[in-house]
């Protein structure tokens, strides 16, 4: 079973730039967050797309944005990019199929953004 | 707001030494769940922990939920040097996909 995908790994872009990222869930998941590292921050939450729909938000700026496809892959983007959003970019997959334990999550690889 | 309060933040041990790291909320978690995290690389989930008391092992690994669905430890037995990395707690409040997570446990295994 293939896991989460997300591309592309790196990405090196200019200040005030706009970029997108991809994210394909492990097959039959439905749901997909995206998150945000940094060494100072840690790991934040951005939003949950299910079924097409944004689910949650979490406290970033509306340059951030996100959309799901009927195929539940994900898209994510970053407009008019600063400095600051320079980090590693994480999506999860979930079944979350009703149940406690689906809410599990499955993480990408990431995707290494470096705003210069 | 949800918060997970993880410690500790840094632990540098000798091969073969035992640690815990924790993991504190003031608030109730549906369910609860632990990360190993390589540099450049997405965290691998290890176990998720939904009932409270529950105990669960991988290996040298156990994880514990506590009672109040509020607070999880790892206790790691003999750590060895491929136990190297860091480490996050992530608690679900069980109706979406959201995660909260601690701000990780870096562990480095001396040789």
């Known amino acids: 079973k293939a896991g989460v995908t997300q591309t592309p790994r790196y990405l090196i872009k200019t200040r005030g730039q706009q970029v997108t990222l991809s994210c394909s869930p492990i097959?039959?998941?439905?749901?997909v967050s995206w998150y945000q590292q940094t060494p100072g921050q840690g790991l934040q939450f951005l939003f949950e797309?299910?079924?097409?729909?944004?689910?949650n938000k979490g406290n970033f700026p509306g340059r951030f944005s996100g959309r799901q496809f009927s195929n539940s892959r994900s898209e994510m983007n970053v407009s008019t990019l600063e400095l600051g959003d320079s980090a590693l970019y994480l999506c999860?997959?979930?079944?979350?199929?009703?149940?406690?334990?689906?809410?599990?999550?499955?993480f990408g690889q990431g995707t290494r953004l470096t705003v210069v | 707001t949800q918060l997970l309060e993880q410690s500790p933040q840094f632990l540098s041990i000798q091969e073969g030494e035992n640690l815990t790291v924790y993991c504190n909320s003031s608030?109730?978690?549906?369910?609860l769940q632990w990360y190993r995290q390589e540099p450049g690389e997405g965290p691998v989930l290890l176990v998720t922990?939904?009932?409270?008391?529950e105990v669960k092992k991988l290996k040298r690994l156990t994880f514990q939920f506590g009672d109040a669905r509020k607070d999880s430890s790892l206790h790691i037995t003999a750590a060895q040097p491929g136990d190297t990395g860091l480490y996050l707690c992530?608690?679900?409040?069980?109706?979406?996909?959201?995660?909260?997570f601690g701000q990780g446990t870096t562990l480095q295994v001396k040789p």
């Open positions: 999860a997959s979930s079944l979350f199929a009703g149940s406690r334990m689906n809410t599990e999550a499955f």
């Open positions: 097959s039959g998941h439905r749901s």
């Open positions: 797309y299910f079924s097409e729909t944004q689910r």
């Open positions: 608030s109730v978690f549906s369910s």
């Open positions: 922990v939904v009932t409270g008391g």
């Open positions: 992530a608690g679900s409040s069980g109706n979406t996909g959201k995660l909260i």
